[in-house]
Structures are given as C-alpha cells and as structure tokens.
T-cell receptor
C-alpha cells in the first residue's frame, strides 16, 4: 500500500513571504513518481511537476521550487515571494508500479496568500 | 483548444434518483478516470478506463457505474445505491494508464443530493 501525507491542512501567509508545503510519502516500490497539483477556487486541478524516484535533483521553475529527499521520503514544495494568485489547494500525489501506477493523493494543503 | 469538459458544473438531484455526469476529452488520450473529492480530503479513484469498452473499479466504486463506448467520452452514473453521493466529481485523462504520465483534469461537477 502507498500513502501520501500532507500534514499542513491550512497555511496563511502575507504576500511576498516564502512558503513551504510539506509532503511525506510511503511506498515499498523502488520505482515511483511524485506529483504536485494546484487546485484554484475554480476546482480544476492543474499539473505542476512530476519527479521520478531516481532523480533527486532539486528543481526550480520561476518562483516555484521542489526539494526531493529520498532519505526522509519527502517532496516539499516552496513558493518564493508568494502572490495572491497562489492561493489554492495544493495536492501531492504518488504513483508506483505496485499500485498499478494509479495516483494516490494527499489530503491537500489550503494556501491563502493575503494582500 | 484541447482539454476535458465536464457538464454540468452544478447538479442537484433528489435522493433515490440516478444521475449521469458527463466527461469528454479531445486530447486523444487512451486512459480516463473518475475521482471523487470530499471537503478537506484528497481525491479518491472511482473508476478508470484504459481503452474503449473496458474499465476497472477504483477504490470506491460501490454505487457508481461507467461506460466507455467512445474514446473521447467516459460518463459516470451515480446510482441510488451510493449512500452519500454529495461531492465534487473530477474527470481526468492521460496518455496511457500503465505509465507515469501526468493526468489532465476537467473543471469538475459539484453534485448535491437533496
């Protein structure tokens, strides 16, 4: 069985602050992928990033960065200089061969960026 | 524009009635999925389909049924057997189900059973 834990249910920050969303996962497979999705108030999930288990390089895309650490089974997401438009629910998800490559989602973190 | 459409956006039904949620994609994806989202929870898989005329149960299939008669369409029926059908339903598609490709999501249908 696999599991994704997002311990932070809700986070509020003031615009321009940096914020990190935590994601901890569990899987027995050695080959797996991790994903982050953003769900704005409109409801549609937007794909942000996919990372495979063999690539622990951190990734940066504009104000977004991701820190993947296999040693702690974590895949954290940082938004630098947050903006009001970043307000959304963010989901971490895991897919592995042992689960027929189905996506297992965390419960999500509601991020609110205040002006 | 390529994407996934779901209709209607909001749906109200009386208890005991079956209701069908529509999902259409023009991404030429083989795989399609239905998820249910409850407040404060992640997405849970209801059904998925790898190919036309084939579909598999997900984690919470009881009380739901699907069909896949066309590649681009994957409607979900919420039957009267579903004990607590009020939820937000999301449809998704991906290039193939047996891969690690990202899934693309539709805008969702919010179902309220009165």
């Amino acid at each position: 069985a696999q599991k994704v834990t997002q311990a932070q249910t809700e986070i509020s920050v003031v615009e321009k602050e940096d914020v990190t969303l935590d994601c901890v996962y569990e899987t027995r497979d050695t080959t797996y992928y991790l994903f982050w999705y953003k769900q704005p108030p409109s409801g549609e999930l937007v794909f942000l990033i996919r990372r495979n288990s063999f690539d622990e390089q951190n990734e940066i895309s504009g104000r977004y960065s991701w820190n993947f650490q296999k040693s702690t089974s974590s895949f954290n997401f940082t938004i630098t200089a947050s903006q009001v438009v970043d307000s959304a629910v963010y989901f971490c998800a895991l897919s592995s061969s042992g689960s027929a490559r189905q996506l297992t989602f965390g419960s999500g973190t509601q991020l609110t960026v205040l002006p | 524009d390529g994407g996934i459409t779901q209709s209607p956006k909001y749906l109200f039904r009386k208890e005991g009635q079956n209701v069908t949620l529509s999902c259409e994609q023009n991404l030429n994806h083989d795989a399609m999925y239905w998820y249910r989202q409850d407040p404060g929870q992640g997405l849970r898989l209801i059904y998925y389909s790898q190919i036309v005329n084939d579909f598999q149960k997900g984690d919470i299939a009881e009380g739901y049924s699907v069909s896949r008669e066309k590649k681009e369409s994957f409607p979900l029926t919420v039957t009267s057997a579903q004990k607590n059908p009020t939820a937000f339903y999301l449809c998704a598609s991906s290039d193939r189900v047996l891969s690690y490709n990202e899934q693309f999501f539709g805008p969702g249908t919010r179902l309220t059973v009165l």
